[in-house]
């Protein structure tokens, strides 16, 4: 059974790859290499000992004559879309690429997707679509209001889906992701981001480069330690959960439509990372305290109690884990792929 993964050379899209063949299934990956590495789906490709089939197209999700070409060279049975722009200070400043690329292309892929009868879609949305939230954990039923263009698109094309299901029974389930981090067990692959932006790859990065700085983005947030708290979850535990909500899907169909929060329901403070990272790497790191990053939500903890009641969906990797994977793939790949 194949599955098209839009996105598959990104961070979440290969991680997603691994556990889709270890679970039986053959996957047909879309990516144009914007900010997806091919380095990715090569060792992917080369440790692959599933007998489960990679295979890599270069393009554009939107791109009609490659999707007409692939439709007719696979047999289809879902289809799980990572591709998009997520550099939330990026979509502030250049909000018309993000709605062009996250919101206009994925209407063509839908238009699609829906006139060729694939359905079982999994959208890759985010914790972004909440805003500011005005309690924690978060609830899949709390208030909707991004405050960046990058969530402002997540949550139109929820909605989209949401239309869809209704109007065609087109069947879909959002994941909306809290802070994903952390690298495949084995190190062969892991977070390349560039610029990288994130707390966990930017400490590490600058460790595995012998700068060993951290810079915190304020320190006088309402919270323990002044310092923002999120909720990190695994990216293999975010891998697992996207192959089980596509098992569903397969499964259950139009009646299991719908969205769930991906988190592990735990907060850190930027400063709580930081200590754990100095305690697992066994490394010193100099902190320079600035001033607020624009936008940054003093906690973000999600509520994942839908996915698991639901679902079943368990939590396999703790924060510990998160960093200690991710190091072993920094400090081995210091330059990243
Ligand atoms: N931070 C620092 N220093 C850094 C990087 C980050 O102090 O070098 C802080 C940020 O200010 C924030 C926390 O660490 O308080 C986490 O920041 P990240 O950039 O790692 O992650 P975000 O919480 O900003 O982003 C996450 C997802 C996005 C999503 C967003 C929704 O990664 O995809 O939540 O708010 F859009």
């Not at 556990?19 to 996957?27: K, R, Y």
């Not at 144009?32 to 440790?47: C, F, M, P």
């Not at 293999?236 to 259950?252: I, N, P, Q």
Request: charged share 20%; proline share 4%.
């Amino acid at each position: 059974m194949e599955i098209l993964v839009t996105g598959g050379a990104g961070y979440i899209g290969s991680h997603t790859i691994v556990s889709l063949i270890e679970n039986g299934f053959d996957t047909v990956v879309i990516d144009d290499l914007y900010s997806g590495h091919k380095e990715a789906v090569s060792e992917i490709k080369t440790q692959n000992f599933t007998g489960r089939q990679v295979r890599f197209y270069r393009g554009d999700f939107s791109d009609i004559a490659l999707l007409d070409k692939i439709i007719k060279q696979h047999d289809i049975k879902g289809v799980i879309h990572f591709a998009a722009y997520s550099l939330v200070g990026e979509s502030v400043t250049d909000p018309v690429k993000y709605y062009f690329n996250n919101i206009a292309k994925t209407v063509i892929f839908l238009n699609f997707l829906k006139n060729h009868g694939i359905g079982n879609f999994v959208f890759s949305s985010s914790a972004a679509v909440y805003g500011i939230p005005e309690s924690v954990p978060i609830k899949e039923t709390a208030p909707l209001n991004p405050i960046n263009p990058y969530g402002a698109t997540k949550l139109s094309v929820e909605k989209l889906l949401e239309y869809m299901k209704g109007a065609y029974k087109f069947n879909y389930i959002s994941l909306r992701y809290f802070n994903a981090a952390g690298a495949h067990p084995t190190g062969i692959i892991g977070e390349d981001h560039n610029p990288e932006t994130h707390l966990i790859p930017s400490v590490l990065r600058s460790l595995a480069n012998g700068e060993g700085k951290a810079t915190v983005f304020g320190n006088d947030y309402p919270t323990i330690d002044g310092t923002p708290i999120r909720d990190y979850i695994h990216v293999m535990d975010l891998s697992e959960a996207h192959v089980m909500t596509m098992k569903f899907l397969l499964e259950s169909g139009e009646t299991r439509s719908g969205v769930y929060n991906l988190g592990d329901g735990t907060g850190f403070s930027v400063m709580e990372i930081i200590k754990k990272i100095i305690e697992i790497t066994g490394k010193e790191i100099k902190t320079e305290i600035t001033d607020r990053r624009m936008g940054d939500p003093p906690v973000l903890v999600a509520s994942y109690e839908k996915i698991k009641n639901e679902l079943g969906f368990q939590l396999k990797y703790s924060i510990d884990d998160i960093i200690s994977s991710a190091w072993k793939w920094h400090s081995s790949h210091p330059k990243g792929f």
